[in-house]
């Protein structure tokens, strides 16, 4: 969307397909992480969360894997639809008072 | 449940004007933030507050810019003078206090100095 930086990293699917968006954090003391959706025109929204105690989760159609040691995070949504089409940001916090830090984004484009 | 409110949801004026905008989070949230986005530089913090306090107001760019929390249920951004590199979309999100919580954003408030 508009409101985004241009030249993002974008990543192009075929609807059904399996999408892996990635992440490298800087923070090696940052122990909570976060994956956001942002829609053209509307704000960042929740999907997934991860804790440094934990290398995997899973959500509805959604899995989050941390891997700690090379500082990489990564999305991965199963079963592309149209309705994933996003700019996709990680941010990462520490230290318990959950002050995030964004990265840049990448934009996840489903072709029907 | 009624999520981040933001107003107005677009707001265009002439350079030199002030521009204030709204914010209501979501009710029990301690923290409230505001994040500038812009094409060039993404997502920014400009200040969070904590219970109606400020704690950090280092992202906010200049003396044109404050910010303030009369009370739990709501927050103004003022912008005086405005000019027209403030022009961005302008977001509000709030957490809960509890450790490690995700923000929930608003759907921003468009920006647009001429």
New interface residues.
């Given amino acids: 969307g508009?409101?985004?930086?241009?030249h993002l990293p974008t990543l192009s699917v075929q609807e059904g397909d399996n999408s892996i968006i990635n992440c490298a954090y800087s923070n090696s003391a940052s122990?909570?992480f976060?994956w956001?959706k942002q829609e053209s025109?509307?704000?960042?929204?929740?999907i997934i969360?991860i804790?440094s105690n934990m290398d995997k989760r899973q959500g509805q159609r959604v899995t989050v894997l941390l891997n700690k040691t090379v500082k990489h995070l990564s999305l991965q949504i199963a079963a592309t639809q149209p309705g994933d089409s996003a700019v996709y940001?990680c941010a990462e916090?520490e230290g318990?008072?959950?002050?995030?830090t964004?990265g840049?984004?990448t934009s996840l484009i489903v072709h029907p | 449940d009624a999520g981040v409110i933001q107003s107005p949801r677009h707001e265009v004026t002439e350079m030199g004007q002030e521009v204030t905008l709204r914010c209501k989070p979501i009710s029990g949230h301690d923290y409230l933030f505001w994040y500038r986005q812009t094409m060039m530089r993404g997502l920014e913090l400009l200040i969070y507050f904590n219970n109606n306090v400020p704690i950090d107001d280092s992202g906010m760019p200049e003396d044109r810019f404050s910010a303030k929390m009369p009370n739990a249920s709501f927050s103004t951004l003022k912008i005086q003078p405005s000019e027209p590199r403030d022009s961005a979309v302008y977001f509000c999100a709030s957490s809960l206090r509890r450790t490690n919580q995700p923000q929930h954003f608003g759907d921003g408030t468009r920006l647009s100095i001429l």
């Fill in positions: 508009e409101s985004v930086g241009l122990d909570y976060i956001y025109g509307k704000g960042p929204q929740f969360d804790r940001f916090g318990g008072s959950y002050i995030p964004f840049r984004g």
